[in-house]
Every structure is written in C-alpha cells, then in structure tokens.
C-alpha cells in the first residue's frame, strides 16, 4: 500500500524529540524513563527475554557540560531515550534547550539526509513553582523518533545522536557551544499484533469504518476508511481496552492521519505511545474525533 502523500514528503520517517507522559505537573521529576512508560512487572513478564528497556550509563563531556546517555526503550518502530545533564543549574523560568539535534540510523530513509527535529527538556510544575532538576541537580532531556518505512525495524541498528550547543530558551548567548555525540546499537522488542481485513464499522461516525490495524508495544499503524475525507476531524484511534477490562484513554503521545495516495477515502494514522503495552493483550480500540470533544471515544471490539 502506498504512503500517504504527506509522509513520503519526509520521506518515511516522522521525527520528534517531546515532552514524555512523566513530564507533568504531577509528575515525579526523579522517575526513569521506564517509569514515565509505565512498564510494571506484569509488561516484563509479558516480554520474557525480549528486548525492551537499555540501560546505558554512556558520559560525554564538552565545554564543562556532562552528558550521559542513561536509558532507551524501544520497539521495531518508535524508540525513547532519556539523557541526563548536569554541570549547570537551571532556575524554574529557564527553559534549558539543545539548540543542533541530528539523530542517523542506517537504512532509514531520512529527508536529504536530515531529519527534522526539535527539543525538550523535562519540567515540571506545582503551582506557581516550577523547576527542572532532579534530586541531584541534573536536567533530564528526552528524545523519540518514530518511522513506518516498510521492511525497516530499528532493533540491532547503530544510532548515532548529536546533541549541540546548549542554551536557553530566548537567550541568544549559549550557555555551552558544544557537541556531545553517543553511539550505541538499539535493542527493541519486536512483538506485534495484527488485524487485517476487518471493515468494521464505528458507530455514529458517518459510515466510517475501521479497515486494518498493527499494534506494535509503543506504537500503531491504522487504516480506515472516511466518507468525505473530513480532514481533522476524521475519526481516529485514541486508546484500546485490554483483555482483562482495562480502559486506557488518550494512549497516544502523537497522532498523524493523512490521506492514502490513490485510495479514495482511505485514511491512514501514524502513532506512538504514552506507555509501553502488550500487544497481545489488546482486545478493543477506542475511537475519537476532533469533533466528538476530548472526553467522548467510542468502542469497537477486534476480532
């Protein structure tokens, strides 16, 4: 099946470096990064011996600014990682940034050779007190890059990330114009659930209907159909139900939808997850639409 028209202008690969669900005003600034995905003992006990969680405890230096690679996790699609930086303290209205991001993996098929990325370090925020360090003064900084290149898988490839000169957001001197480069070969979990061929229909979505899924632990692929192409608020997966009764709303930590290119009213979404999960456990999808408002998501059961 072709690539939607708006994902092969970049070719295959969406890249973002975000925000992870820890990064809150209720979260706890000293949470690992598999903490902030939610991975509890019955997820690893689910995974065996499969790969999912790295950790790496890998320091560069540069310009008084440690940096240290500490975890990654990851699947065939999407991956995280956490870095941690310490040799500069930052107040509550200073917003920390790395302001040269360039992340390579070989046989990805990156845009004329650059991703396009941007940056976040973890805040948090009670009240009116804000602050972005850890018990032991360091700064977390989180990245996550996401691809649905067809015939590529991101475990056992070498990742090389740069991360250059850091600053602070609206403060054109740098606090470091350094480089700080980490390589390592990624170890993820391969696990995945299809559906294929289902043609169900999402109730009072217009004549919408759910046409194949693949759910992989962080991230989800979907194709459905859309009388109309009604852009926004086309319906699209918000959340899943597992086998146990479990209901987990909003899941995704970004969604894209577009139009197949010569497929009329096929829509595909793009996804990747605020947690980790077993995608043999899924046993329902929970559909939204813009139009529905935020807290209104309607069920439909897999096969």
Not at 82 to 93: E, K
Not at 118 to 137: K, L, T
Not at 223 to 239: F, I, K, N, W
Not at 253 to 269: C, H, Q
Request: net charge negative; with cysteine; charged share 25%.
């Amino acid at each position: 099946m072709k690539m939607r028209k708006w994902l092969a202008a970049i070719a295959a690969l969406i890249m973002t470096v975000c925000l992870l669900a820890g990064a809150c005003a209720e979260g706890d600034p000293n949470a690992r990064l598999e903490e902030d995905l939610k991975i509890t003992d019955a997820i690893r006990a689910a995974f065996d011996n499969q790969r999912l969680v790295d950790t790496r405890k890998e320091y560069v230096e540069d310009k008084g600014i440690t940096v240290m690679l500490d975890e990654c996790v990851g699947d065939a699609h999407h991956i995280r990682a956490a870095f941690r930086v310490s040799g500069r303290r930052f107040t509550g209205d200073e917003r920390p940034e790395f302001r040269h991001i360039r992340i390579d993996v070989p046989g990805l098929d990156n845009y004329n050779g650059e991703p396009s990325t941007s940056g976040f370090f973890n805040w948090f925020e009670d009240g009116e007190i804000r602050w972005n360090e850890r018990y032991d003064g360091t700064a977390t900084f989180f990245f996550a890059a996401y691809t649905d290149q067809e015939g590529f898988s991101f475990d056992g490839k070498e990742i090389t990330v740069t991360l250059e000169t850091l600053g602070v957001d609206g403060v054109q001197k740098p606090v470091a114009n350094g480089k700080w480069v980490f390589s390592w070969d990624l170890r993820c979990s391969e696990k995945k659930q299809e559906w294929t061929g289902l043609d169900l229909e999402i109730p009072d979505a217009g004549g919408a209907k759910l046409q194949d899924v693949a759910f992989g632990p962080m991230h989800l692929t979907a194709h459905l159909t859309v009388p109309g192409h009604p852009g926004v608020d086309a319906p699209y997966v918000s959340g899943f139900v597992l086998k146990d009764g479990t209901r987990i709303e909003h899941a995704m930590e970004s969604v894209s939808t577009g139009p197949v290119e010569g497929a009329e009213e096929l829509v595909e979404e793009a996804c990747f997850f605020n947690r980790v999960i077993d995608p043999d456990q899924v046993a329902a999808l929970l559909i939204s639409s813009h139009a529905w408002g935020y807290n209104v998501s309607i069920l439909v059961e897999l096969p």
